[in-house]
C-alpha cells in the first residue's frame, strides 16, 4: 500500500533556483523521511523528522511537517546540476519499522 | 566502509527457474527489507526481518522467500519466477527505529 503522494511528479529548474516537493500521507504517523535516487541506483537518506518536530534543516535541505494536513515539504535551496534525481518521501506509523514510500519527484535541474 | 550489498545486479532469467538475489550489510543492523521498484508504483516492500531466524510479509509477498540465517544475509529467493516479478529489487537495512534505511544498489531482474 502507498502512504505517500508526491507533488509534483516532475519538476525542471535552472541552477541556482529553488526546488519544492510536496508530499502528502494518509494515516498518522511517527516520522516521514526522505529519500533520493540517482537513476536506477539505490536510494539515500536525506532527513527524517519526527511527528512532533514541525521544521528540519540540513545543509540546503529545509524540511517541514504538517501533521494537521498529513503534509510535508522537502525544499532545496540554491539547486546545482548534481541534486538531479528522484525525491521519495517515507512515512513510518505505528509500532513498526516498515518505511512506507510516495510515487516521488523526479527533479532535473539544467546547468 | 559501512555499506549494503546486493548480487547480481542485473538478471535476466526464464520463467519457472528458481533463482536467489542475496543481500548481505556490514553494520550489524538488525532490520532486513527487501522492496520492489516499478514505474508509477513507487517502492513496495515484499519481506522484512526484525532480527535472525525472524521474517515477515511486506506488501507483496507473493512469489517470494527469504530466510534469515545470520545477521548480516537476507536472500530474496523466486522458487518460479514469472514476467510479472520484473523489477528493480533493493536490500535495506536499518538499526531499530527511529534510524534511516541504508539500500543496496539494487537488482534488476527480467523474468522472460
Known amino acids: 500500500s502507498q502512504q505517500g503522494e508526491e507533488d509534483p511528479q516532475a519538476l525542471s529548474i535552472q541552477e541556482g533556483e529553488n526546488a519544492t516537493m510536496n508530499c502528502s500521507y494518509k494515516?498518522?504517523?511517527?516520522?516521514l523521511q526522505w529519500y533520493r535516487q540517482n537513476s536506477g541506483r539505490g536510494l539515500v537518506h536525506l532527513i527524517l523528522?519526527?511527528?512532533?518536530?514541525r521544521e528540519k534543516h540540513s545543509g540546503r535541505l529545509r524540511v517541514t511537517l504538517d501533521t494537521s494536513k498529513k503534509s510535508s515539504s522537502l525544499l532545496i535551496t540554491a539547486s546545482r546540476a548534481a541534486d538531479t534525481a528522484s525525491y521519495f518521501c517515507a512515512t513510518v506509523s505505528g509500532n513498526t519499522d516498515k518505511l512506507i514510500f510516495g510515487t516521488g519527484t523526479r527533479l532535473q535541474v539544467f546547468p | 566502509e559501512a555499506q549494503v550489498t546486493q548480487n547480481p545486479r542485473y538478471l535476466i532469467t526464464v520463467t519457472g527457474k528458481k533463482l536467489t538475489v542475496t543481500c548481505s550489510q556490514n553494520m550489524n543492523h538488525e532490520y532486513m527489507s527487501w522492496y520492489r521498484q516499478d514505474p508509477g508504483l513507487g517502492l513496495r516492500q515484499i519481506y522484512y526481518?526484525?532480527?535472525?531466524?525472524?521474517?515477515d510479509k511486506g506488501d507483496v509477498p507473493e512469489g517470494y522467500k527469504v530466510s534469515r540465517k545470520e545477521k548480516r544475509n537476507f536472500p530474496l529467493i523466486l522458487e518460479s519466477p514469472s514476467p510479472n516479478q520484473t523489477s528493480l529489487y533493493f536490500c535495506?537495512?536499518?538499526?531499530?527505529?527511529?534510524?534511516?534505511?541504508?539500500f543496496g544498489p539494487g537488482t534488476r531482474l527480467t523474468v522472460t
Open positions: 494515516t498518522s504517523i511517527n516520522n
Open positions: 535495506a537495512s536499518k538499526e531499530t527505529n527511529p534510524y534511516e534505511q541504508y
Open positions: 526481518s526484525m532480527n535472525v531466524e525472524v521474517t
Open positions: 523528522i519526527r511527528s512532533n518536530e
